[in-house]
Each structure stands twice: as C-alpha cells, then as structure tokens.
C-alpha cells in the first residue's frame, strides 16, 4: 500500500475502467461502459494526483509492477452528514477481488484520514451494487442516507454508508498501513 504516484495514473485509470465493467454490468448502462475514455481517465487522474484538488488523496495496493487496486479519500462535501471524511473510490482488479485487498485498502485510507485529522467517514454505492454493500457491511459500517446518482443520462439510487469511528474501524479490521 502507497500513495499513488503520477506515472501511476494510466494504470490507475485502467484498473477502474476494468472494475466498473465488472461490477456495474447490469446497472449502469452498456452503452456508457463501452464508451469509456481510459485515456482520458487517465488524464483527470494525473491531474488529481498532481494537484491533490479538493484534497483527493489517492492510494494504490501493488503487487510487484502491478497496480491491482486504488482508493480515493478526501472531505465529505455531503453536508447533511454529519461524517468529515468520504472514502470517494475504491476499485480492484476483478483478477484481485475477494483476496483481503479491498479491506487492506479502506484500513489505509482511514488510517491516513486519521492522520489529516478526520475521524469519521462516508461510502457511497449503487443500492443495485450489491457485492460492494455486502463488503461495506462486513466492515461494520451503517447505513445512513439514500439518494440518486446519474450516470450516463440514467438516475441510479445510490446509498451512503457511515463509519463513525475509524480509529475503531482500523482496531477492528486489525490491519495497519
Ligand atoms: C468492493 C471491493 C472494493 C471489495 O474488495 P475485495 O478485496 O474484493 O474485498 P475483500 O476481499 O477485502 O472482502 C472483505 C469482506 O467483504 C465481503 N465481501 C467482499 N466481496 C464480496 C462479495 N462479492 N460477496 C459477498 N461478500 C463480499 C466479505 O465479507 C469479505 O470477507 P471474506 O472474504 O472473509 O468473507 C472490490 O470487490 C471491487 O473493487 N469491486 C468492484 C468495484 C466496486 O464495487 N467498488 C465499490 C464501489 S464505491
């Protein structure tokens, strides 16, 4: 685990092109997953990692050369919740799910929101994304609100997740950075 460099950025944005045709097959549009831009991904991505804008940190899991999985954190701007933190992002290789990756990963970004001084944090997910909320639950988090997401023209119910204690969340996942 390691924070993202910018040589990673083309990696980073074919690691999430991969991901998101994985996982979103069935609810987001096809048309929209076919067309994306990994390119261009990769672009928005450099630039992010460059700037840390809006305070996006972005953290990669490695395995040798190759990037298998990225997280995003960064402040909650969902303002009617009361969470300082949002865990913006987190993708693996499908190759690399259900290996203990994505856990090590939400430990490592909570422990560096720690670090910024931020104690608790929020996960959104399509309510339709149902691995990725099985996952969520398992960390021990709770729901804490609803609302939609368009992607690709369509409005997509989405669920925010809260963990409201990430000092307990890292002591319980029992894995440091
Ligand atoms: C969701 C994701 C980040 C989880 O990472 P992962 O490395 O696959 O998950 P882990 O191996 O750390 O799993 C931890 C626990 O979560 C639960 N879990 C994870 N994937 C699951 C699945 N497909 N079905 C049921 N439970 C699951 C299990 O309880 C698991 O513990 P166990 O393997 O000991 O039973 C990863 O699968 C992924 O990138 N998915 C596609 C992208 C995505 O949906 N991102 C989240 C949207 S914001």
Redesign the pocket.
Known sequence: MRHARIEDADEIARVRAE?WR??YRGIVPDDYLDAIDVSEWAQRQRRNIESQSAGIVSLVADDGDLIV?WVALGPNWMTDLPYAGELC????RPS?????????LMTAAAQSLIERGVNSMI???LTE?R??R??CE??GDSLVSEHTYTIGGVSLPEIAYGWPDLPDLTARAGVSE
């Open positions: 991901s994985a996982a999985g992002a987190i993708y693996l690399h799910w259900r290996r203990g990756i994505g856990k090590h996960l959104r997910v994304n691995p990725a099985r996952y398992s960390l």
